[in-house]
């Protein structure tokens, strides 16, 4: 059974910098798309970032380009968000996902893509 398990969250002043951590494990972690979701109080999960199971290409929200950038390393089964220049408005839960297909193409943006979810990390920033 696949778990993802993410770690970093936590709160940090506007302007700074936390990096999310997701551990998989239950299966190979190498050849299956990764991506990171949000969701604030009241609002509806979101997507903010995604690596390809090669890691040759990453994708991220609007909101966050330029300032979080997803990595993977497959040797330690885990796919990182670096956050930097945090905003207020990036307070929510994120989640790590995965798919069931592996070497599959994936609509990255797409929550419904995922099959596989992390229990979450929360994330707060204070102005």
């Known amino acids: 059974q696949v778990q993802l398990v993410e770690s970093g969250g936590g709160l940090v002043q506007a302007g700074g910098s936390l990096r999310l951590s997701c551990a998989a494990s239950?299966?190979?972690?190498?050849?299956?798309?990764m991506g990171w979701f949000r969701q604030a109080p009241g609002k509806e999960r979101e997507f903010v970032a995604a690596?390809?199971?090669?890691?040759?290409?990453?994708y991220y929200a609007d909101s966050v380009k330029g300032r979080f950038t997803c990595s993977r390393n497959d040797a330690k089964n885990t796919v990182y968000l670096q956050m930097n220049s945090l905003k207020p408005e990036d307070t929510a839960v994120y989640y790590c996902?995965?798919?069931?297909?592996?070497?599959?193409?994936?609509?990255?943006?797409?929550?419904?893509?995922?099959?596989?979810w992390g229990q979450g990390t929360q994330v707060t920033v204070s102005s």
């Open positions: 996902a995965t798919t069931q297909t592996r070497f599959g193409t994936t609509r990255f943006t797409s929550q419904h893509e995922y099959d596989y």
């Open positions: 239950g299966r190979t972690f190498r050849g299956y798309n």
């Open positions: 690596i390809s199971w090669s890691g040759g290409s990453t």
